[in-house]
């Protein structure tokens, strides 16, 4: 079975523009996390979806928005990037509920460089 | 909210050697402790997990332990090889609730062949 899949993998931007990153799950998963990655503040959630509705979210900016379509794939949108948005962005998805599971697989990440 | 701390920042073990990291949580909530491996340039990947309903688990060479009462627990590698030598990541979080995934800061592990 394929793993969780991002695109791109490597992304630069400069501040002020804006950047939409995507995630495919593993197939089956219906949840997709996304957390954001960096030397200073470590792995941090920023919001999680499921059947296309956000169910949980992080404490980031509301510049940080994500969306998740039928086939559970998933984008997030950073707009009026900032220098301190330069970051790895992994997703991750989870299989069904079912037993409680919330086993989470990340993919590769994509690094996000804002000049 | 949940706050993982986890020890040491770095460490340093001989080959065939046993490496032994340990993370604290605050939130007596949590039942689900994850832990990842992520080398350079990879996603963390899921090494090993427990719930808070078991005290110890293992698989292989790799065992975890989880003390509810003190709010801790343990990765232990045991035989260590060089392939071993990784970022290792704890994590908890309220199973079947809440998916959001508290880490800890991370403990870089090297292997000396």
């Known amino acids: 079975k394929a793993g969780v899949t991002q695109t791109p993998r490597y992304l630069i931007k400069t501040r002020g523009q804006q950047v939409t990153l995507s995630c495919s799950p593993i197939?089956?998963?219906?949840?997709v996390s996304w957390y954001q990655q960096t030397p200073g503040q470590g792995l941090q959630f920023l919001f999680e979806?499921?059947?296309?509705?956000?169910?949980n979210k992080g404490n980031f900016p509301g510049r940080f928005s994500g969306r998740q379509f039928s086939n559970s794939r998933s984008e997030m949108n950073v707009s009026t990037l900032e220098l301190g948005d330069s970051a790895l962005y992994l997703c991750?998805?989870?299989?069904?509920?079912?037993?409680?599971?919330?086993?989470?697989?990340f993919g590769p990440g994509t690094r996000l460089t804002v000049l | 909210g949940e706050n993982v701390e986890q020890h040491p920042s770095t460490l340093s073990v001989q080959e065939g050697d046993s490496a032994v990291i340990k993370c604290t949580y605050s939130?007596?909530?949590?039942?689900?402790f994850p832990w990842y491996k992520q080398e350079l340039g990879k996603g963390p990947q899921l090494i090993i997990d427990i719930r808070s309903n078991v005290g110890e688990k293992k698989d292989q060479r790799i065992a975890v332990t989880l003390n509810k009462t003190a709010k801790h627990f343990s990765l232990h590698i045991t035989e260590t090889q060089p392939e071993d030598s990784a970022v290792y990541f704890c994590a908890a979080s309220r199973a079947s609730n809440d998916y959001k995934l508290s880490f800890g800061a991370g403990t870089t592990v090297t292997v000396r062949a």
């Open positions: 991750a998805s989870s299989p069904p509920l079912a037993g409680g599971t919330d086993t989470q697989y």
């Open positions: 939130d007596s909530a949590s039942n689900y």
């Open positions: 979806y499921f059947s296309e509705t956000q169910r």
């Open positions: 197939s089956g998963h219906r949840s």
